[in-house]
């Protein structure tokens, strides 16, 4: 594989890396980038080399590259000419319009199969390229289940949206200086349901003149820079509004219709997931109801990020500054547990269901403690965190009160359950505090994640009893359900305010998914009992976002 393989991760495990690069991208700024890269093409030579020794080690029958572009990856004259001196052979001419060409030179005999889609179309016919040279029945029927997935994904996409307006919409691969995106990248947006006019299908992505794109003033703007993930994309993006004064007057920027994109994995490379990336882009264009339609196997949340006015604040990026310089303040805060609490299902205010544990340990309160640091002008805390607990599932919107009846039914299921958790006497370990930028406070769709691993030394100590009070005291509004009802009815904290209708925000969480298996099994149990006794009426949040809240991180104005 090459230096830049990086999925599916149980397709890598193992795979030995036969190229390499002059450039180390992510320590440098897309201007350093494209001044490395000019300079190597000027110079003609490429910025990507191959392993000699490894490659002869791995002794290949097949070596697939590409030819579409010498910037991102090793050129196919590079691999043509490494293949024929691997072999003892001497350097050889290639017809440009070749697309496979076979080395002989006794027992190493490898064919090199150059890759060249030009537009999604093609892309598609490349699966089938690379099955016909592996052969095989299996592997010919894997690319026309693959084709037939990506086709059909492609036609719920068009589907979806083709009521929609078509709004103007820019995409950008790179942005210092400006590059159009090109090849593939009109064709997804015309699925998605975009009027794209910088680049048509198949064309190659080109430079563009600021000027230019001010003239077109998009409606959305998509940044999906070649090569870099969402995060990157997106502290790009932030900077832009620093390093281009006219940004800030495009009608998208204004009105936050500017999102990052995670290039890397959805936009720069010829594969499988340019679905998903189209999926991605109409959610961009359409907003939560195209997104919640298509779901996350083909928008998935993770691969894109919307960019409001706000988040260019200076003081949001100090925030950030604060935190990344904050790891020594938590290398001596020792590792710790959370214990589930013997009532430890509960239905909170406004119907919210948690899981609660016994209360802070002393090594969190200490955490809590150093985020003052951290952020000194931190708003109080709320007092939703005061005692630790982790959202399971929140009620749906527009539905009718709950009864006193419905409830004390909901009481006796969580009541059941919680009885079998706190007699396996499960344990959390806590190793690891994760800081957020979030655009759903569920957790589902973040921003920003910055983690720190806590000293490899485990504090054994329980929470104080004034913890452990805290907890049973939410608890012990179970005993009075007639006046508790009025509480789980309040409006609020219903599905929207966790999903689409949150504001973004800070928060500083502890993540327990993966969960233990016994304790996964349990939780398995009490869901299908509660959608069993009220079926449609909850929404459950998503394993992956399952996480103990330390403290909210909203800041105050200094």
């Not at 589930?340 to 205010?349: E, G, K, N, Q």
């Not at 399971?392 to 409830?407: C, F, S, V, Y």
């Not at 994760?434 to 973040?446: A, F, M, Q, T, W």
């Not at 599905?495 to 993540?511: K, L, N, Q, W």
Request: glycine residues 6%; contains cysteine.
């Amino acid at each position: 594989i090459t230096h830049e393989c990086d999925y599916p991760p149980e397709a890598i495990k193992g795979a030995k890396v036969v190229t390499t690069s002059d450039i180390t991208p992510y320590n440098m700024t897309q201007s350093e980038i494209h001044e490395a890269v000019c300079g190597s093409l000027l110079s003609g030579q490429s910025l990507y080399g191959i392993n000699r020794e490894i490659i002869c080690s791995v002794r290949p029958d097949i070596v697939f590259t590409q030819s579409l572009c010498d910037v991102c990856a090793v050129s196919y004259p590079v691999v043509l000419e490494t293949c024929a001196k691997l072999i003892a052979g001497p350097p050889i001419v290639v017809d440009d319009n070749d697309d496979a060409c076979q080395i002989s030179n006794g027992e190493l005999c490898p064919d090199v199969i150059s890759m060249e889609p030009n537009n999604l179309e093609d892309v598609i016919k490349t699966f089938h390229v690379a099955a016909k040279a592996l052969g095989g029945l299996k592997i010919q029927n894997r690319a026309d289940k693959v084709t037939r997935d990506i086709r059909s994904g492609i036609e719920k996409i068009r589907r979806t949206v083709e009521e929609k307006p078509k709004p103007t919409v820019a995409f950008l691969e790179w942005h210092e200086p400006l590059f159009t995106g090109g090849h593939w990248i009109p064709d997804m947006l015309e699925i998605a349901g975009a009027k794209y006019t910088m680049c048509k299908s198949g064309e190659r992505s080109a430079p563009m003149k600021d000027e230019d794109f001010i003239l077109i003033d998009p409606d959305y703007i998509l940044i999906g820079p070649c090569g870099f993930s969402l995060d990157r994309a997106l502290e790009d993006t932030l900077a832009i509004y620093k390093k281009k004064a006219w940004w800030k007057e495009l009608r998208a920027v204004k009105e936050g219709r500017v999102f990052a994109l995670d290039g890397n994995s959805y936009y720069a490379r010829p594969g499988p997931r340019l679905l998903q990336g189209t999926g991605i882009m109409a959610a961009c264009i359409h907003g939560e109801e195209i997104a919640k339609e298509l779901g996350e196997e083909l928008a998935p949340s993770s691969g894109y990020q919307r960019v409001t006015l706000d988040m260019y604040n200076t003081k949001t990026s100090n925030f950030w500054e604060r935190v990344e310089n904050a790891e020594c303040l938590f290398q001596t805060v020792r590792y710790t547990s959370l214990r589930p609490h013997r009532s430890s299902l509960f239905v909170a205010w406004n119907n919210v269901i948690v899981f609660m544990f016994d209360g802070f340990p002393p090594s969190l309160l200490s955490v809590k403690h150093r985020l003052k640091e951290i952020l000194p002008n931190l708003k109080l805390e709320k007092s939703g965190s005061k005692w630790p607990k982790m959202t399971l599932a929140a009620e749906r919107d527009g539905l009718k009160p709950l009864t006193i009846n419905q409830l004390e039914r909901l009481q006796e299921i969580c009541q059941l359950h919680s009885l079998a958790i706190f007699d396996e006497s499960v344990t959390l370990k806590i190793k690891t505090i994760s800081i957020v930028g979030y655009d759903h406070r569920s957790l589902e769709k973040i921003c920003k994640q910055i983690d720190f691993q806590l000293a490899d030394d485990n504090d054994p100590s329980l929470p104080s009893e004034i913890e452990i009070k805290k907890v049973d005291d939410v608890v012990a509004e179970w005993s009075n359900l007639e006046s508790y009802l009025p509480k789980i009815n309040a409006s609020g904290s219903r599905i929207a305010s966790y999903r689409e209708e949150s504001p973004s925000g800070h928060t500083c969480v502890t993540f327990l998914h993966p969960l233990p298996l016994s304790l996964t099994a349990k939780l398995s149990n009490f869901q299908n009992a509660i959608n069993e006794a009220f079926p449609d009426r909850y929404e459950w949040l998503a394993d992956k976002s399952l996480h103990c809240t330390l403290r909210s991180l909203d800041t105050q104005a200094v």
